[in-house]
């Protein structure tokens, strides 16, 4: 996978991930280009599209678009499998995910999709030991929260 990306109906960014170097402007560009792109297909056309050298992989769940780029000899319905598989994830934490719980959680959303994805390949297939290792560290930032806090009372 070269890149996800996630953004609104209106065609706001909500999350970016990128795993190739590219330039912001390029960034920006792509970006551009494939939420105009994205949105302006019809909702029966097919999630698949070939744009540049790579294929476009896309869904749509609720007001949220969830947008991958993969190489020519990549496969698209495991492509797809990997945005519901993150969907899945991201609902079992927030508990029935929307675009709200990305804005103002967006750290999670990233954190959760690198628990999930390195380097733009899944790294953990288990729903499980993904939130397993997320619930972890909720709870050391909990106790390195609560530890700050009491250092803080006593100066």
């Given at each position: ?13 909500r ?57 020519d ?79 803080f009372?006593?100066?």
């Amino acid at each position: 996978m070269q890149f996800m990306l996630l953004f609104s109906r209106q065609g706001k960014l909500r999350l970016q991930k990128w795993y190739v170097p590219l330039s912001d402007k390029e960034k920006k560009k792509i970006t551009r280009e494939l939420v105009q792109t994205v949105l302006a297909r019809k909702p029966k056309m097919c999630s698949f599209l070939e744009w540049r050298d790579l294929k476009i992989v896309y869904k749509r769940y609720a007001s949220l678009y969830f947008c991958c780029a993969i190489e020519d000899q990549d496969n698209e319905l495991i492509t797809l499998e990997i945005i519901h598989r993150y969907v899945e994830l991201l609902d079992k934490y927030f508990g029935s995910v929307c675009e709200l719980d990305i804005i103002f959680n967006f750290e999670k959303a990233y954190f959760i999709l690198d628990e999930f994805l390195l380097g733009g390949e899944v790294q953990e297939t288990s729903k499980k030991n993904v939130l397993k290792a997320i619930e972890q560290a909720d709870l050391l930032q909990e106790k390195t929260d609560y530890v700050s806090q009491q250092e803080f009372h006593w100066v």
